[in-house]
């Protein structure tokens, strides 16, 4: 007699490396502050900052400040640090902001505040980005907690918790369509003459949408993650469906920045893109392998479901060239290098689960295999769930700026003497 110990039965659940592809997002960096650039609102607001309240605001920004500084510039950043330090700034130089804004007259400094950040998104990491607007380290700093949440995000993914993953994504989406639809437009319509070309693309608009339509997008990875880790048969139509769905938001991220920002694309990394080329394909092949699944599963459509896996198992062959269909070249991708192992094991099951099929529909079914699947046997539409936690800033009173009694003075006798000559002039 033969036991099941000396002829183990095939496993033909998904693999691992299903998981591990649905998942894969790329890491942006966070944005940090040019080390060589000092900035003390304590001292630049030491004349018209004498109150103690204003006094102690101006201390706990320049402490709160350094801080999160520390947190983006370690050499091993913690995505968690960055975030709560840049959730304790944020209040500060709004307050900052809220003061400048309503007593314009008295928001004199003693030394110029300039404020400088690299970009966590563009491909040149040396490259400082200048700027004299308080509103501009305010929106970095927002800017500094979007990727935060989302580099926790990547981190909580590698990890396998992908529900948490799912969170900080959600919080990422949220960051980053508040910039996009009131901070950044609010900046821009007040009248500040704003150069997207002097700022990181991430002070840009249609860049802001579209990183909240992108990790919208990775969030919904992380749910499929979810439902194909749990023990058991998942929900194949639906795991299908939410493949499409990451699809069809991937697209759009993509059609969002040639649409919007496409000068911005040219100065993010080329690998970047061919990183998100990668995943839409990936989301593809494996939104037909499940919905094959989902077919088979219902024992009354073998034929169909043999015509969408081989499908699938083509949309994972090495695409000829860079617009034809099927996965970038993984081997020469610097970025995708790594999944090439998880890349072969798929496409290995995938084969190896099509061979199966086709066995048992030439000996059990006799279903006729189709040379192109009907249109209503393809999804004609994917789920896009839009998971997003509302981001909101806090209300802040302004503090008191107030210049002494002896500047105001000299300030009316300057005015005086100054109108006096352009008389005389005149005269």
């Keep these: 007699m033969i036991t099941s110990w000396e002829n183990p039965k095939t496993d033909y659940s998904h693999p691992d490396s299903a998981i591990r592809l649905a998942s894969c997002a790329h890491r ?10 000092s900035v003390a609102f304590a001292r630049s607001f030491k004349t018209t900052g004498k109150h103690s309240k204003t006094r102690k605001t101006m201390l706990q920004a320049d402490e709160f400040r350094t801080k999160l500084h520390a947190a983006t510039a370690a050499d091993k950043v913690s995505h968690e640090l960055v975030v709560v330090d840049s ?37 040149n990491a040396k490259k400082f980005f200048k700027s004299e607007a308080i509103m501009y380290d305010w929106v970095m700093a927002i800017v500094a907690e979007g990727l935060g949440k989302a580099g926790a995000a990547t981190d909580a993914s590698i990890a ?14 949220g960051i980053f369509a508040f910039l996009a639809d009131d901070q950044l437009p609010k900046w821009i319509a007040r009248g500040t003459n704003v150069d997207g070309d002097e ?20 969030g919904q990875q992380m749910a499929v993650a979810t439902l194909l880790i749990k023990a058991g048969t998942p929900n194949y139509s639906l795991v299908a469906k939410l493949c499409l769905g990451i699809v069809e938001l991937l697209e759009d991220f993509i059609s969002q920045m040639r649409n919007d920002c496409f000068k911005q ?11 998100v080329t990668f995943q839409t394909q990936i989301h593809k092949a494996l939104s037909m392998y499940f919905q094959a699944r989902a077919l088979w599963e219902q024992q009354s459509d073998y034929g169909n479901a043999i015509g969408l896996l081989s499908d699938a198992t083509l949309a994972l062959e090495t695409r000829a060239t860079a617009a034809s269909e099927g996965l970038p070249d993984v081997v020469a991708t610097r970025n995708l290098s790594p999944l090439n ?6 496409r290995e099951h995938m084969k190896k689960l099509l061979r199966h099929w086709e066995k048992d529909n030439s000996a059990i079914y006799f279903e006729k295999v189709p040379h192109r699947v009907p249109e209503d046997k393809k999804l004609a539409a994917g789920i896009q769930m839009k998971k997003s936690e509302k981001f909101t800033v806090p209300d802040v009173a302004p503090v008191l700026l107030a210049l002494p009694r002896d500047v105001l003075e000299r300030s009316d006798s300057d005015i005086a003497r100054e109108l006096d000559r352009k008389l005389n002039m005149n005269g």
């Design 199 to 218: 700022l990181p693309v991430e002070c840009s608009v249609g860049v802001a949408k579209a990183l909240s339509t992108l990790f919208m997008a990775n």
């Design 87 to 123: 959730r304790r700034y944020q209040p500060l130089i709004q307050q900052i902001w809220l003061s400048c804004k309503v007593q314009p007259e008295v928001a004199r400094l003693d030394e110029r505040l300039i404020f400088e950040w690299n970009s966590g998104v563009e491909e």
């Design 341 to 346: 192992k998880d890349v072969k094991d798929l």
């Design 160 to 173: 396998g918790e992908f529900a948490a993953a799912s969170r900080d994504f959600a919080a990422a989406v």
């Design 265 to 275: 694309m040219s100065r993010i990394d080329k690998e970047f893109f061919t990183l």
């Design 28 to 37: 942006f960096r966070v944005p940090r502050m040019n080390p060589n650039r």
